[in-house]
């Protein structure tokens, strides 16, 4: 644990010992040599000649410590890898003695022969085959015999078959030994053992986009994981589900689903719903399908749908045109038996709002048309108005429904009457709503209709609603901030023709209720880093998500090394200045390797 | 690896290995919030949760917990093998061991653990060879009383 002026004196005495004949000595140089490179990369160089017959030691302590080593500088270095290229023949060797070799009781574990040994050798091999064909073709054998070969009773053999699992998936392997290694994970899947279902969904979750077809063959097992007992299992479940779905498979998908929905924690509602919704909106087979998928979820989890699903629900009921009458008398019997869960109310009583008149002539085609008469309709909405369990926003929602059934239904009087009592609400919002409409009954009836009217087929445009984060290149976005209410996404572009620039696109959105102005975005990277920022879309962060601020930086990382980032935020927000700083670790690998 | 913690039921820490340099206050504040969350999981959980940015790697031998950080290239189920060959290491050397042996001989267990590991990373994978060196190292600090000269 020696500080980087201790390891730059000390290094010349830990080169030497690293050749010493003492192989109880040589094996703790060269991990002490692994530090020093940690801390003071520039020493690397130092160590290389020292390396040259490392790989052909008898001694298992020190041949450990020395693939460690060696899988250090070829991190942290793209020069030292491929220089170390050369080695993959002779570490495919000794990877090969040690599965065939006989029992040797000193490093067996559980009938495996050094399994340490055996996961840094694959860990290695890992990282020279990345990217690399002829390096990836030498290493095809060895890595197909291990994978079935080894032993799964035990943990230990499990262990060596995800290394090679994951060694499979990142290197260039040709498509059979792919499919060998996802069938190995839906094996791991079926495992008794939760440890290893749980590496498994993690494994798939990484591989899921690349190897789709093959993945998609496990999704049977994969549904049955969420009904797991274990917390981290469902969620991997959940999300692996997800990226499962598509259109062949979405009724099925989404009957699963929803019955997670239905039992699963709270803590999952939220997500799972989210999930839903976007699923439902890329496959639904029929737009009557999509709106009870949408039902469903609003009755069984509504309170756990994100505030932003709202607009976005209405614009979607809007341009069903033809369901609009099945729509509003759905919802209207969901409010009858339940008006606790917010999201659905809010989108219930805009329905009523707009779609009234369908509901009281009895209009419905897709099933039995409900009896109910305008009173009874106002009867629920101002149930809403009165009630306990409505926030200001339900209420909000309900008082402009209320008004626009002044033009679709005939009973005008009672409507002025509500709202005009409203016209001295404690509530701001509400009050300024009603004096408005109370205006509009006064001075401005004549316009009356014409403001009321049906609502328009909305355009989806780009800056409707949160923008969904998409992965772009295969490289997954990640949320690099989020904290009152600002939420800052990055995706990355791996820039061509300079591989070693990464190119990152800021996405802040705001969802409170107030914009944030004045909004600056700052980064600082480390020494090894070079940092440009481009200039931003704009300096207002609407509020509500309604819109997103957007910015790219570009990151230039010859070493290759480990993308980390510190951020500076400052904006105005209700009058007050707010400034924040954040360091951001969680970059995506695919980001600056 | 980053840091390896072994601790009690009741939370009270028995062993504390630190394989990257934080404060002192980082470390305790560290090990309070590990400690939480990983005595707060039940006993059907799997083996491995996700804190801050790191993989914990935990597993209770009776009335001790053995928990592990490592890094996210790190293999989760190797490092629950590395934590298996420590426990086979005292029980070796401690003869049946219990949570009162490493209480009484903490320092010995530390020579255990480096002789073990080193900055992180297994440096002998043979179990023999870490008990041959720690008898070495036992044989040197035995002191022989010289004898009295009348």
């Known amino acids: 644990m020696g500080s980087s002026e201790m390891c730059r004196d000390l290094a010349g005495e830990v080169e030497k010992l690293?050749?010493?004949s003492n192989s109880y000595l040589r094996k703790k140089a060269a991990l002490c040599a692994v530090h020093v490179i940690r801390k003071v990369p520039e020493l690397m160089e130092m160590f290389l000649p020292a390396t040259k017959n490392l790989l052909s030691e008898k001694n298992h302590g020190v041949l450990h410590t020395s693939v460690v080593l060696?899988?250090?500088?070829c991190e942290r270095s793209p020069d030292m890898l491929a220089h170390f290229r050369k080695l993959v023949p002779q570490l495919v060797r000794i990877l090969k003695n040690l599965i065939m070799s006989g029992y040797s009781p000193e490093h067996d574990v559980s009938g495996i022969s050094d399994p340490f040994l055996q996961v840094r050798i694959l860990r290695l091999l890992r990282i020279l085959g990345k990217n690399d064909d002829d390096s990836s073709e030498a290493m095809n054998d060895i890595l197909a015999q291990v994978a079935t070969n080894t032993e799964?009773?035990?943990?230990?053999?499990n262990a060596i078959l995800y290394e090679t699992v994951l060694t499979i998936m990142d290197i260039k392997s040709e498509s059979g030994l792919r499919v060998l290694a996802i069938n190995i994970l839906g094996r791991f899947l079926l495992n008794n053992d939760k440890n290893i279902r749980y590496v498994a969904l993690t494994s798939l979750l990484k591989t899921v986009q690349t190897d789709h077809n093959a993945v998609q063959r496990h999704r049977s097992t994969i549904v049955d994981c969420l009904k797991d007992l274990d917390v981290s299992i469902k969620r991997r479940a959940m999300e692996l589900s997800f990226a499962l779905v598509n259109g062949n498979n979405i009724r099925g998908m989404m009957k699963e689903l929803l019955y997670f929905l239905d039992s699963c924690d709270p803590e999952f509602k939220a997500d799972c719903a989210s999930g839903v919704f976007l699923a439902a909106e890329k496959y639904a087979p029929s737009k009557r399908w999509h709106i009870d998928t949408i039902m469903r979820v609003l009755t069984t989890a509504g309170s756990y749908v994100r505030d932003d699903s709202v607009p976005n629900l209405i614009q979607l009921i809007t341009n069903s045109v033809e369901m609009h009458a099945y729509t509003v008398q759905r919802l209207y019997k969901a409010l009858l038996d339940d008006i606790s869960q917010q999201p659905l109310v809010q989108v219930a009583s805009w329905c009523i709002g707009e779609y009234g008149d369908l509901l009281v002539s009895g209009q419905c085609e897709e099933e039995e048309p409900i009896q109910v008469t305008e009173d009874e309709v106002l009867d629920v909405l101002e149930g809403l108005l009165v009630s306990n369990l409505s926030t200001p926003v339900t209420r909000g929602y309900s008082l402009t429904a209320i008004m626009k059934l002044s033009t679709r239904f005939s009973s005008v009087n009672r409507i002025k009457k509500v709202v005009s009592i409203y016209g001295s609400s404690i509530d701001v919002e509400l009050q300024q709503r009603a004096v408005e409409?109370?205006?509009l009954f006064k001075k401005y009836d004549h316009m009356r209709p014409a403001l009321l009217e049906r609502m328009p087929i909305m355009e989806k445009?780009?800056?409707?609603?949160?923008t969904e984060i998409?992965?772009?290149n295969g490289i997954p976005s990640m949320t690099a901030y989020n904290k009152n209410g600002l939420k800052i996404d990055f995706t990355f572009e791996r820039a061509n023709p300079n591989p070693n620039i990464a190119v990152i696109t800021i996405h802040a959105t705001n969802s409170t209720e107030?914009?944030?102005?004045?909004?600056?975005?700052?980064?600082?990277?480390?020494?090894t880093f070079q940092l440009q920022l481009l200039s931003p879309s704009s300096n207002v962060v609407p509020a509500l998500n309604q819109g997103t601020v957007t910015q790219v930086i570009r990151v230039l990382n010859p070493q290759k090394q480990q993308l980390r980032m510190r951020i500076k935020l400052t904006y105005t927000h209700k009058g007050s200045a707010v400034q924040d700083l954040a360091e951001v670790n969680n970059f995506p690998p695919q980001s600056w390797q | 690896m980053q840091f390896m913690l072994l601790f009690s039921r009741q939370g009270k820490l028995r062993l504390q290995k630190w394989y990257v340099p934080l404060s002192d206050k980082e470390k305790k504040k560290i090990t309070r919030e590990l400690v939480q969350t990983v005595l707060a999981r039940k006993p059907k959980m799997c083996s491995f949760l996700e804190w801050r940015d790191l993989k914990i790697v935990y597993k209770r031998y009776a009335s001790l917990y053995f928990c592990c950080a490592i890094e996210d290239q790190d293999n989760e189920l190797i490092t629950l093998e590395i934590i298996h060959r420590y426990v086979e290491l005292l029980d070796k050397y401690f003869g049946s061991v219990c949570e009162l042996d490493i209480i009484f001989n903490f320092e010995k267990a530390y020579f255990i653990l480096d002789e073990f590991l080193l900055g992180g990373e297994a440096q002998e994978t043979s179990k023999k060879n870490v008990l041959k060196a720690i008898e070495q190292a036992d044989l040197l600090q035995e002191v022989r009383p010289a004898p009295l000269k009348p």
């Open chain 1, 470 to 472: 998409v992965q772009t």
């Open chain 1, 461 to 466: 445009t780009a800056s409707n609603g949160p």
């Open chain 1, 18 to 20: 690293l050749k010493t």
């Open chain 1, 437 to 439: 409409y109370n205006a």
């Open chain 1, 70 to 73: 060696l899988t250090e500088m």
């Open chain 1, 514 to 527: 107030a914009e944030m102005t004045d909004f600056v975005f700052q980064a600082a990277v480390p020494k």
């Open chain 1, 152 to 157: 799964t009773s035990k943990n230990v053999g």
